[in-house]
């Protein structure tokens, strides 16, 4: 959708299988799109744009949903992409990161009930009907 409003778009995704997907379904499209970790990337940022005005003005942040503690079943397209990926253990780290590197905000998709991440209040926050997204504004 970002990419549609015509946004420059710089998908990163660690799961080989996932990017591999991705990759090939949005060939069409001018997206960029790196089979990397995003704590990593956003490390290398120092490396890469020495200086801090070409960091992203925004940085959205699609991490895994935590488990539910609900006894029902996920959908299976939501177990499989689970045991596909893993969990996503370092979200925290990638969230503090994003914060740093974000010059104008961070935007955090979650699910509708979930805790936020390291517990920070979001500036905004657009709720639907099963999820929301949560938004941290930055100034770096």
């Given at each position: 959708?970002?990419y549609?409003?015509?946004?420059?778009?710089?998908?990163?995704?660690?799961?080989?299988?996932?990017?591999?997907?991705?990759?090939?379904?949005?060939?069409?499209?001018?997206?960029?799109?790196?089979?990397?970790?995003?704590?990593?990337?956003?490390?290398?940022?120092?490396?890469?744009?020495?200086?801090?005005?070409?960091?992203?003005?925004?940085?959205?942040?699609?991490?895994?949903?935590?488990?539910?503690?609900?006894?029902?079943?996920?959908?299976?397209?939501?177990?499989?992409?689970?045991?596909?990926?893993?969990?996503?253990?370092?979200?925290?780290?990638?969230f503090?990161?994003?914060?740093?590197?974000?010059k104008?905000?961070?935007?955090?998709?979650?699910?509708?009930?979930?805790?936020?991440?390291?517990?920070?209040?979001?500036?905004?926050?657009?709720?639907?009907?099963?999820?929301?997204?949560?938004?941290?504004?930055t100034?770096?």
């Amino acid at each position: 959708m970002l990419y549609q409003l015509g946004c420059a778009v710089i998908l990163l995704e660690r799961s080989k299988p996932v990017f591999l997907l991705l990759k090939h379904n949005l060939s069409f499209a001018e997206i960029k799109i790196y089979n990397i970790d995003a704590k990593e990337y956003l490390k290398k940022l120092d490396d890469i744009n020495i200086d801090k005005k070409n960091y992203p003005d925004v940085i959205y942040f699609d991490p895994i949903f935590p488990e539910k503690s609900k006894t029902a079943l996920s959908r299976k397209s939501a177990i499989l992409l689970r045991k596909t990926v893993g969990d996503d253990v370092d979200a925290a780290e990638v969230f503090e990161l994003a914060l740093k590197k974000a010059k104008k905000r961070v935007v955090v998709k979650r699910p509708l009930h979930a805790k936020n991440i390291n517990l920070l209040k979001p500036d905004i926050v657009y709720a639907g009907k099963a999820v929301r997204f949560d938004v941290y504004l930055t100034f770096a």
